[in-house]
């Protein structure tokens, strides 16, 4: 009795036809086709290379050198 016979799967398949319907299913369907195609448009544009690279940014620094401070460090106690 552990398995489901073909009347059980009639039964399941009319409630969900009364249920969502005809016309939600093959909605959905075709939601989830627009998806995967959306995905798959989504990975080929990641796999080209940009056209116009930016450079790398930097950070100048043009201050003024600092006295070596004689606080920091580890001192014997």
Do not use: C, Y
Not at 4 to 29: E, T
């Amino acid at each position: 009795m552990g398995s489901l016979s073909i009347w059980h799967w009639i039964l399941v398949i009319a409630v969900v036809l009364l249920l969502f319907g005809r016309g939600k299913i093959s909605d959905l369907m075709g939601d989830v086709a627009q998806g995967i195609k959306a995905f798959k448009k989504g990975m080929q544009d990641d796999d080209k290379p940009a056209d116009k690279p930016e450079p790398a940014k930097s950070i100048e620094h043009n201050g003024a050198p600092t006295a070596a401070r004689s606080d920091v460090g580890s001192k014997a106690v």
